[in-house]
């Protein structure tokens, strides 16, 4: 079974812009997460979606947002991006909430 | 608010000891406790989940235990090996949504 992948694997973007990132989960999963991981910070959590809706979002700034869609893929966008924003973002599935999650390889961007 | 805390930040061993990774937290109300593992520029791997309701849970080499009242738990790897050479994250689930709060990891170095 092919696990979660995440494209692009590298973006570099400019201040200001906005960037689209996808996720798409093990076949059969659900519930779709992102994370932000940061030297700094470590891992933080965005937002979870379960079934086409956000069931829980973190402590982010309203430029993050996300969606789900009807086959579990997910996307997520940040606007006017900052220099802050340079992370990797990490995707992660599981077949149902509170169960275990399944991380993508993650996209990293960087932000100049 | 939950906060999870990993000590040592970073451990050094040669090959072949046994080692213990600890993982703290400071509210015992939780779902669930993983572990996961990430090399270098990847994302991550999940090594064990143990409910709230559990003590331990194995596989191969790897043991976790979990002390929900004491806020503790405990990743005990036997005869480690290079290849083990990691950091490894330890993660709580408040609840049954999929919010992963994160420690900051342990960052091992297994020597041959």
């Known amino acids: 079974k092919a696990g979660v992948t995440q494209t692009p694997r590298y973006l570099i973007k400019t201040r200001g812009q906005q960037v689209t990132l996808s996720c798409s989960p093990i076949s059969g999963h659900r519930s779709v997460s992102w994370y932000q991981q940061t030297p700094g910070q470590g891992l933080q959590f965005l937002f979870e979606y379960f079934s086409e809706t956000q069931r829980n979002k973190g402590n982010f700034p309203g430029r993050f947002s996300g969606r789900q869609f009807s086959n579990s893929r997910s996307e997520m966008n940040v606007s006017t991006l900052e220099l802050g924003d340079s992370a990797l973002y990490l995707c992660?599935?599981?077949?149902?909430?509170?169960?275990?999650?399944?991380f993508g390889p993650g996209t990293r961007l960087l932000v100049l | 608010k939950q906060e999870v805390t990993q000590i040592p930040a970073a451990l050094s061993v040669p090959e072949g000891e046994n080692l213990v990774l600890n993982c703290s937290f400071t509210?015992?109300?939780?779902?669930?406790l993983q572990w996961f593992r990430q090399d270098p520029g990847k994302g991550l791997t999940s090594l064990l989940l143990?409910?709230?309701?559990?003590r331990e849970q194995t596989s191969g080499r790897l043991n976790a235990s979990l002390d929900k009242s004491s806020g503790r738990s405990t990743l005990y790897i036997a005869a480690s090996q290079p290849g083990d050479s990691a950091t490894y994250l330890c993660?709580?689930?408040?609840?049954?949504?999929?919010?992963?709060?994160f420690g900051k990891g342990t960052t091992l170095s297994v020597s041959s």
């Open positions: 993660a709580v689930n408040p609840q049954a949504g999929t919010a992963l709060i």
């Open positions: 992660a599935s599981s077949f149902l909430r509170g169960e275990t999650q399944y």
């Open positions: 509210d015992s109300a939780i779902y669930n």
């Open positions: 143990i409910q709230s309701s559990q």
